[in-house]
């Protein structure tokens, strides 16, 4: 079970490494069209950070149940 929530939080870590680098992109942009595709990409990182967020939180509910 440990190896699942190492491995979730290395993908959470992945995910805002991903936020911060299309927020950047997005932040250079001069062309409208060019920084709202950067902050669509920017949202879609933080919508699946909050999904592992929310899968980890799970798994670590069912680690401490089994544990009891």
Same mark, same amino acid.
């Given at each position: 079970?440990?190896?699942?929530?190492?491995? !979730? =939080?290395?993908? !959470?870590?992945? %995910? !805002?490494?991903?936020?911060?680098?299309?927020?950047? =992109?997005?932040?250079?942009?001069?062309?409208?069209?060019?920084? /709202?595709?950067?902050?669509? *990409? $920017?949202?879609?990182? %933080? /919508?699946?950070?909050?999904? =592992? $967020?929310? $899968?980890? %939180?799970?798994? *670590?509910?069912?680690? /401490?149940?089994?544990? %009891?």
């Amino acid at each position: 079970m440990q190896q699942i929530l190492d491995g !979730i =939080l290395e993908a !959470i870590e992945d %995910e !805002i490494r991903a936020q911060k680098h299309y927020r950047m =992109l997005a932040d250079k942009s001069e062309d409208p069209k060019v920084k /709202n595709f950067f902050e669509q *990409l $920017r949202m879609d990182e %933080e /919508n699946h950070e909050a999904v =592992l $967020r929310a $899968r980890y %939180e799970a798994f *670590l509910k069912m680690r /401490n149940a089994d544990m %009891e």
